[in-house]
């Protein structure tokens, strides 16, 4: 049984690994002839290169106890493409992500679209690195923030996009209430679940409701805006 086990463990990474390099080609290909992507993700990748990501946040969280140690998790910039046209996300947008990781996607959203970007993370390490690059690059209207995402200030966004699938319920719905307070015509971007699952009150309106890929499968994705 445990041989069987490995082997599906292997058979399932092996084909992450492909998705993985196949979506790295393809966003050379889409993404690379705007100058400045180029340069902070090949900044990015090679600040990480012996540096994996997804060890830096299960070390983080092992170190605080959490249970659930592979929490982390990045949206491939292809799918957020899809996401971005889906939601009408454009330059007059202020975007919050809600747990950024390594800030790819922040990178993606303040040099492709041109958005004003916030990326919230609570883990130090990548807000650091994040920075690091950011400043040597003189990016503007990017900021990285070491916040919880429960506890932080989201007036000015127009758009929040929230990968959170590993998230329980009263997390979701502590989020619920500061978004909530935000203005109408406010997004809430949302993979997985809708917020209406998780709150008696009529104050959002799922507007749409899409299905995009990821390295793991594919999801529905839910845009969810402030009534």
Known sequence: MKVKEFFKLLGLNFVVFFKNTIEYIKVVAKYYGTMAFCKADISLQLMYLFHNPFS??????????????????????????????????GPRDCVYELGSGRGRSCFWLNTILGCRVVGIEYIPEFVERAELIRKKLKMSNLEFRCEDMLKTD???????????????????????????????????ITVS??????????TFEVMKR??????????????????
């Open 56 to 89: 830096i946040s299960k070390r983080f969280l092992m170190k605080r106890g959490e249970e659930n140690v592979y929490a982390y998790g990045e949206t491939p910039l292809t799918t957020l493409e899809i996401i971005a046209k889906e939601a009408q996300i």
């Open 154 to 188: 989201y007036s000015g966004a127009t758009v929040c996009y929230l990968y959170g699938t590993c998230l329980d319920d009263q997390s979701i719905k502590k989020l619920i209430q500061k978004f909530s307070s935000l203005p109408s015509g406010t997004k809430i």
């Open 193 to 202: 679940y809708s917020l209406n699952e998780f709150t008696d009150k009529k």
């Open 210 to 227: 899409f299905t995009v890929p990821f390295t793991w499968g594919s999801a529905d994705v839910y845009l969810n805006v402030v009534r």
